[in-house]
């Protein structure tokens, strides 16, 4: 008899989260099925199926037909924890209403109401640095060989905040990995896409941010399972506000390390500099791996408001180390993680 032991961050059978299929309509579908007791090795996969949606079919904007098909044929991947009351997935209005997109504005509702104008499709990605070949990719071409998965995270805002989140892409390795790095490369830096023409809040006199927004990982971060590159979420396109038509998800550390509308890949020797870690190094650090134990200078981190809440229900949780992805431990093994925050 095969017997596995469950990690914190693994679903229950009795757990039966969201899955999704993308239409033609772009119609939002469920699944009634649930996966359980499968390794981060090795997870279960099941193929997509359909069961009327309770989500409101917010229509998304226009979806390239190479992605569409992708789309209905996305398998899924649960990496969730274990707890049915504490991490139910956030309804698709709170995620797609509520976010920081500086780019747009510094509101919350800045970036619904002004990425509309975004132009997503095509879209292309630089790859550079020490890799094999440095060349410029069609969206669709840097990510076609790989199907979609579904991953259900948690995102943990620096501010606090948080919510738990059906995301569709790919693993950020297997996109590495057909890039052949350099064995100099020690670093990954990411570039979103400047065009204030087109985002707003890049044009503000009083952004404080040194455009174009950068980001970076070391390099066995970016290559870990749980490291994805993003297209879509909640079954359809990914919404301009959440960061279309590219971004990354890295679900250990705090979100801003999770940048949107990708433009440019880098492989690197060095770290790479990174806008909030330029602005403010003292409350933003290079790693931003979540640690209920560092507070930010301003507040603390020991407890996060996971949307949705309310005035009554103000839905106040403690905050995991790691934002609850244990496997990520190991990454880090030896380090102080106060001064290395």
């Not at 649960?78 to 500086?102: C, H, I, K, L, M």
Request: hydrophobic residues 40%; positive net charge.
């Amino acid at each position: 008899m095969l017997i596995r032991v469950r990690r914190a961050s693994q679903a229950r059978e009795s757990e039966v989260t969201p899955e999704t299929v993308y239409r033609q309509r772009r119609q939002l579908m469920r699944a009634g099925l649930g996966l359980a007791g499968a390794s981060l090795a090795g997870f279960g996969w099941l193929p997509a199926s359909s069961q009327a949606a309770e989500w409101p079919d917010v229509p998304p904007g226009p979806t390239p037909p190479w992605l569409l098909a992708k789309l209905a044929t996305t398998r899924r991947k649960t990496v969730v924890p274990a707890d049915p009351v504490r991490d139910v997935v956030t309804p698709f209005g709170d995620a797609s209403q509520y976010n920081n997109f500086y780019e747009f504005g510094s509101d919350k509702d800045d970036p619904a109401r002004l990425a509309g104008r975004l132009k997503t499709d095509p879209w292309s990605i630089r790859v550079d640095g020490a890799v094999h070949q440095s060349r410029t990719f069609a969206l669709e071409d840097l990510i076609g060989a790989d199907q979609l998965q579904e991953r259900i995270y948690r995102l943990r805002c620096v501010e606090a905040w948080s919510m738990v989140i059906p995301w569709i892409g790919i693993p950020l390795a297997s996109l590495l990995g057909r890039l052949q790095p350099l064995a100099s490369a020690r670093y990954v830096g990411f570039q979103t896409l400047q065009d204030p023409a087109q985002m707003p809040g890049q044009a503000s006199s009083t952004g404080l941010i040194d455009w174009p927004y950068r980001e970076g990982l070391r390099l066995d971060e970016a290559m870990h399972p749980l490291t994805l590159l993003v297209v879509g979420n909640y079954g359809r396109v990914l919404p301009n506000q959440n960061g279309a038509p590219l971004r990354l998800i890295v679900p250990w550390k705090y979100g801003f390390k999770s940048i949107k509308s990708i433009v440019r890949i880098s492989l690197l020797e060095q770290p790479p500099a990174t806008s909030w870690n330029r602005l403010a190094a003292d409350e933003y650090g290079f790693y931003a791996n979540v640690n209920p134990k560092v507070d930010h200078p301003r507040w603390s981190q020991a407890t996060e408001r996971r949307l949705p809440n309310s005035l009554f229900h103000p839905n106040i949780i403690d905050t995991r180390m790691f934002n609850g992805y244990d496997e990520v431990a190991s990454l880090y093994s030896g380090m102080d993680l106060r001064r290395w925050y």
